[in-house]
């Protein structure tokens, strides 16, 4: 699949990013996904490819863009150490849900001046934390965005004032939710939370749980299941074929 790198402009810098697109003309819908806390790295590039593949034009950022001195993490072995585990925490800390509209509408800017992409309304997934900013941005801008979803996603429906289930009212986009499990940061609790949200706002949506540990989609994750990622792919191409392929 063609994959370029380029930047994007927002109000705070310059993002790095990764653009992925299908062989051919196009144009095609347009997709944001979101990395897990790791940050951007090969393996999301290859996962953009991927998506590319099955007929969208992808769109990885660098969410950590701010803090150009940060070192990348080694996901097999960052929640075992103590150390880089609090460096991850505290950068995951830096991702304000303020910050992830503010970035998300000059994504989406970007991608709506690419004569690869049609449409003015795009897909959001991501993973791990991408996955609660997926929800966030379907949220926060909701007339540009026409599918969202959420892989092993935490803090989904938390006490926390930015939660993303308090947004419920101003989507618009239908949602699909696919958790971990055993995971603290999305129990089942959560999901009867978040699910109780959607529905009183009348989105359309799926949670759904995998037999699966936290990280399981991402193949450089410890907890990486084959079985699981493979349903994680049908369940992507599925809802955006439902949902955004249609767009114009």
Same mark, same amino acid.
């Given at each position: 699949?063609?994959?370029?790198?380029?930047? %994007?402009?927002?109000?705070?810098?310059?993002?790095?990013?990764?653009?992925?697109?299908?062989?051919?003309?196009?144009?095609?819908?347009?997709?944001?996904?979101?990395?897990?806390?790791?940050?951007?790295?090969?393996?999301?590039?290859?996962?953009?490819?991927?998506?590319?593949?099955?007929?969208?034009?992808?769109?990885?950022?660098?969410?950590?863009?701010?803090?150009?001195?940060?070192?990348?993490?080694?996901?097999?072995? %960052?929640?075992?150490?103590?150390?880089?585990?609090?460096?991850?925490?505290?950068?995951?800390?830096?991702?304000?849900?303020?910050?992830?509209?503010?970035?998300?509408?000059?994504?989406?800017?970007?991608?709506?001046?690419?004569?690869?992409?049609?449409?003015?309304?795009?897909?959001?997934?991501?993973?791990?934390?991408?996955?609660?900013?997926?929800?966030? %941005?379907?949220?926060?801008?909701?007339?540009?965005?026409?599918?969202?979803?959420?892989?092993?996603?935490?803090?989904?429906?938390?006490?926390?004032?930015?939660?993303?289930?308090?947004?419920?009212?101003?989507?618009?986009?239908?949602?699909?939710?696919?958790?971990?499990?055993?995971?603290?940061?999305?129990?089942?609790?959560?999901?009867?939370?978040?699910?109780?949200?959607?529905?009183?706002?009348? %989105?359309?949506?799926?949670?759904?749980?995998?037999?699966?540990?936290?990280?399981?989609?991402?193949?450089?994750?410890?907890?990486?299941?084959?079985?699981?990622?493979?349903?994680?792919?049908?369940?992507?191409?599925?809802?955006?074929?439902?949902?955004?392929?249609?767009?114009?």
């Amino acid at each position: 699949m063609p994959l370029i790198k380029d930047t %994007v402009t927002t109000a705070d810098g310059t993002c790095a990013v990764t653009f992925a697109t299908p062989e051919g003309d196009g144009p095609w819908p347009g997709v944001v996904m979101y990395p897990d806390a790791g940050g951007p790295r090969q393996t999301f590039d290859e996962m953009a490819a991927q998506l590319a593949a099955a007929g969208y034009a992808v769109l990885v950022p660098d969410i950590y863009y701010r803090h150009p001195d940060w070192a990348p993490f080694d996901m097999a072995t %960052v929640f075992g150490d103590a150390k880089e585990r609090g460096r991850l925490f505290a950068m995951i800390g830096k991702v304000t849900p303020d910050i992830m509209a503010a970035d998300a509408a000059a994504l989406f800017d970007y991608l709506a001046a690419r004569p690869e992409v049609r449409g003015a309304a795009f897909g959001t997934t991501g993973y791990c934390m991408g996955g609660r900013t997926s929800l966030v %941005v379907a949220g926060r801008l909701p007339d540009r965005v026409a599918a969202a979803l959420s892989f092993h996603g935490g803090g989904l429906a938390s006490d926390d004032p930015g939660s993303p289930h308090l947004l419920a009212g101003a989507m618009r986009a239908p949602v699909y939710v696919g958790g971990a499990k055993n995971d603290a940061s999305f129990t089942a609790a959560q999901a009867e939370t978040l699910d109780k949200a959607l529905t009183a706002a009348g %989105v359309s949506h799926t949670i759904e749980f995998y037999e699966a540990g936290h990280g399981f989609a991402v193949p450089d994750n410890a907890p990486y299941d084959e079985a699981a990622a493979a349903r994680h792919w049908t369940a992507i191409t599925e809802f955006l074929g439902q949902h955004l392929q249609n767009q114009t």
